[in-house]
């Protein structure tokens, strides 16, 4: 298997796709397909597996519970390793989970949320620890922002996270600027993964050229650290080699690819990894999503009537040129942004298959199908801002204070 890896590794270059309409690297996702990225050629060129009727009955089966609707919908479509977790669990052997965001944007918008919701799913699922980097680095390194910006804006989406409902007891979330100084375990990793990479590894990866700053080149080590449980000694008491699941969207994987065939060398476990799909954008598939530009996302700040507005003026939609068309010929639900968004956010199936067969029917129309999500959106953005206003900066800090979390190792 590790030679695979290195091999692919080696000679994937994320940018080499001339007759592919899908580009996909950890810091652009674009296609020219309506329907948005082909997955299942994704999931053959980065080399993962897709997630299958088994394994969700064998998560199930695990665990006694029903498996999160992000599984059954595949918006949670890829993993590595995954059954590997399972008989962990089953062998009541310990594992953590270890997600991240890169702030750059003073509040989060819904995509956002997507690895966070399956990650809090997965921890009170599975009771575990949980570490969430921010990687305010990587985005001083990457965008024209000053350390002050990185620092504040960090902060507000930690207390964007917390919002989500995290425990603080099995959660830790660090910023690498100033964990990096906190916990010399962390900065001791990070070196140690940069001494078994090479640069040319790095170029094949993630398509460095000459001009690119260095630490744009060093940078994925400081990803790749938190892997690995040696770098969170106050938590594992010291033991460098506990296993790790990642949630993240597949866009991530370039980095723990590298991590996966750089741990047998250090004589560390390989992270495990769970994959979801990207979240579009409200002007659809072949759109970019950027906390830039307002329009082409629901921000967690955004109010009822925002929200409101730009559901209506901007989703995207499959419906059809007029009423009289759309009732003969019916809507489009795979180019239908308020119905992706209801994919994702909408929790109870049979309505929502309801929804897909009276669109695809032409019994419902575009105005109503956005106004179910309108109103679902208003109510979950709104319950997030209510718990948003509690978390105060002394949560936060209290958070992201290294420190031993309830489980004994």
Known sequence: MGDIETNQIESLDLKDSNQDPDFVDPWNVHTSSATGIDYAKLIVRFGSSSIDDALINRIETVTGKPVHHFLKRGIFFSHREMHRILDLYEQKKPFYLYTGRGPSADAMHLGHLVPFVFTKWLQDTFDVPLVIQMTDDEKYLWKD???DDLKRVALENVKDIIALGFDMEKTFIFCDFTYIGQCPAFYRTIVQIQKHVTFNQVKGIFGFGESDNIGKIAFPA??????????FPHIFNGKPDLPCLIPCAIDQDPYFRMTRDVAPRLNLQKPALIHSIFFPSLQGATSKMSS????SSIILTDTPAQIKNKINKYAFSGGRATVEEHREKGGNCDVDVSFQYLRFFLEDDEKLEKIRKDYSKGDLLTGHLKKEL?????DIVGKIQERRKTVTDDIANQFMTPRKLKFDY
């Open 374 to 378: 309108i109103t679902l959106l208003q």
């Open 292 to 295: 830039s530009d307002p329009n």
């Open 222 to 231: 400081v990803q790749a650290a938190p892997s690995f449980s040696s770098a």
């Open 145 to 147: 922002l000053t350390i």
